[in-house]
């Protein structure tokens, strides 16, 4: 049932001062909110910034740190509304990444921390090893080490100390981390230390009763909230979220009997344009709708998700990615055919259709329409929401980063060069070269810095001005653009896979058998849905959108009388997406062995993209070149294809006069040059949240409404096995 447009602004606005009122009373946890005795952990090494965390085995056996505290009101505006999303963001996450079937694990961690101070304000002027000895720092020997990545913090801090009783003195300090390592406990109750990025358990190193005990007495364990040394966490399951799309995956594909298996002959048939009628209504044909969609989900997901899951849970791992895009295509298929179902077709001739037309329309027919409007108004907002985060910014910012990484390639190792050499001085303890090289460095960073401002201005121009040519013609000129540039962008990217397989044939046969064989590890299992959480999910909703419902909008624009005949060729996206494209990254981070390369994964820290573009690199020198132009076009892709997602919803919100619909496009435009220049933190992420939550009122509408596709989907098959559609090809 319709609702007037005015109803549907207020409820909107609504919606938006509850989540203020929400995130103001619900401020985010910091730092300075835990106890003194329970700073947060040190979780990088010497290079990054941290806490000072506890003495080491020298200190003093009773002493009370505390950092001083920052006057809240110097909080700026952009900074107070990066706290609200934060804090939404916590609690959406709280939900949406909640482990399903997780079951309790105990962890140690274990970090050796050196303090150095002086008195602050003091004549002394050293730095003294707190603990004793008769270890000491002048100024200039801090300032090199602070250079030189040896201490933790980026800067010399301040706070107050008090020893054993005594009146607390103020201090300046600095921190180093001397070692930080985190224990799980096995099966049998020893402690053995992780190592890092692979997931795996040391044979040796492991930490006796006694061991514990002992650095427990010296403040070398890290606490837990309650001040417990012996920490819990979940040890496997599944995302809530992951749990929600894969369940209505599997019964969709049960409820209509695998018709992502002997549907897709069909599929091509139809997107070959055999039954393509020029005198359907409709804006666009069955080719520019899929090229549309995909031109959405075709990404980074591809490139890195599938390196991320076989990093962490080994070859296996990707099998299981390969089944959730399997099972992926039965949801294609039934949102897309209810948004052809259920379509309104306006009097210029274009389509308003997706979750926010079937839910209402389609829930009231089953008597359960205030539900339906509920969820079709709550996909609405999430969806705009979306558009203008994951869908836009993010990519924007992406592909301009990756694009200025390739211009500055050669100020980067230069760059790299002298942190090698400081770090090298660092280590001899050469005050003056460090300060020396540290100048260069700053300078070229400088340079760097300038250079970079400049480029990201003017790529965001550019940006926004194609972007802008494109989605001003509405859907139709979405869809010529998407339907050349899907085709070539997947084209050069398998090919680049290809070159890799074709040099490597040899070793194909026993590479897709370590696949299969290693499928039914369980740390396989678990690795795969880790990667597609990390990226395919929270990126991309398992990297082909299958039931986040944004698809059925596109989708139920094109050209046909047979909303069945679409969802045939929905269901093709997935398969594209996930089994083609991401196969052809899987057997390439196989054949160079990136998946398990512990010089690139732990001691370099690769992940993801970074590490995918080193695998390749290795074999294929020139593929930097190949991955930003990848990286622009699938960003480029995504951002007109979301624009139209998000121009449907808002037109559903606000009415499809010219002023709303140019509003919303002027918008969206000025967004695309934003997200090239700024960093928006917790806001992006929040609006990244909001794709992955349009998938819990889309599935349940989905599966209440599943009868009628099945319905629908036994009397076309009849009729398409009695031969009673026309061809036109």
Known sequence: MKRPANLKSALFWMLLLTFGLWTLTSPAQNSSDLPPDETPAIENT??????????????????????????????????????????AVEHLASVLFKKVGASEGKQIVYRDVELYYRHSGGLTTDFELMGGGDQSLSEQDVEAGLKAGRFNESKIESGSMAIGGA?????????????????????????????????????????????????????????????????TFEDGGMPFVV???????????????????????????????????????????????????????????????????????????????????????TSKFVECTLGQKYRRIKEDGSVLGGPMAYLPQGLQELGVGPLGVILGF??????????????????????????????????????????????????????????????????????????????KMGFGLVMATLVAIVIIGGIKSIGKVAEKIVPAMCLIYIIACLWVILMNLTELPSLISMIFT??????????????VLVIGVQRAAFSNEAGVGSAAIVHSAAKTDEPVREGFVALLEPFIDTIVVCSMT????LITGAWNNTEWIVEQGLAGTSLTSEAFESVLPWFPYILTLAVVLFAFSTMISWSYYGERCWENLFGGSKVSVYT????????????????????????????????????????????????????????????????YK
């Not at 009101?73 to 804090?87: K, L, P, Y």
């Not at 009122?697 to 098959?717: I, T």
């Open 586 to 589: 899987a057997l390439v981070i």
């Open 518 to 531: 290693e499928a039914f590890n369980p740390e396989a299992f678990g690795g795969g849905l880790v990667g």
């Open 378 to 455: 709550l996909f609405t907002c999430m969806c705009i929401m979306g558009s203008f985060g994951g869908g836009n910014m993010f990519q924007s910012n992406q592909a301009g980063q990756q694009l200025l990484t390739m211009f500055q390639a050669e100020d980067r190792a230069e760059l790299a060069d002298l942190n090698a050499q400081i770090k090298q001085a660092g280590a001899e303890n050469n005050t003056e070269q460090i300060l020396e090289l540290d100048s260069q460095r700053e300078a070229l960073k400088t340079e760097m810095d300038g250079f970079g401002d400049t480029f």
């Open 664 to 727: 919303y496009k002027a918008i969206f435009i000025v967004a695309v040059f934003m997200g090239a220049n700024i960093s928006l933190g917790a806001v992006l992420d929040f609006s990244d949240m909001m794709i992955l939550c349009m998938a819990f009122p889309n599935v349940l509408g989905l599966v209440l409404l599943s009868p009628k596709v099945r319905r629908d989907l036994a009397d076309y098959w009849r009729r398409y096995k009695a031969g009673e559609f026309k061809t």
């Open 167 to 231: 009146e607390a003195m103020k201090i300046e300090y600095v921190t180093r981390l001397v070692k930080k390592e985190t224990y799980i406990q096995d099966e049998a109750g020893v402690f053995r230390a992780k190592l890092p990025m692979l997931e795996q358990l040391s044979e040796t190193d492991t930490l006796s009763q006694n061991e514990i005990e002992a650095a427990l007495h010296a403040g070398l364990l890290a606490l837990d909230d309650e001040g417990n040394h012996i920490q």
């Open 243 to 329: 749990v929600w799309l894969a369940c209505g995956a599997v019964f969709f594909t049960f409820f209509l009997k695998g018709v992502n298996f002997w549907g897709v002959r069909h599929a091509i048939e139809v997107v070959r344009g055999k039954f393509d009628n020029p005198d359907e209504e409709g804006e666009v044909t069955h080719m520019q709708a899929l090229a549309s969609a995909l031109s959405a989900t075709v990404g980074l997901g591809n490139i890195a998700g599938v390196t991320i899951a076989m990093t962490m849970g080994g070859p296996g791992a990707f099998f299981w990615m390969m089944m959730c895009g399997l099972f992926g295509m």
């Open 46 to 87: 010497d290079s990054e910034a941290g806490s000072p965390g506890p003495a080491t085995e020298n200190s003093l056996p009773s002493i009370e740190f505390e950092r001083d505290e920052e006057d809240d009101s110097e909080v700026s505006f952009d900074e107070r509304i990066n706290q609200w999303a934060g804090t």
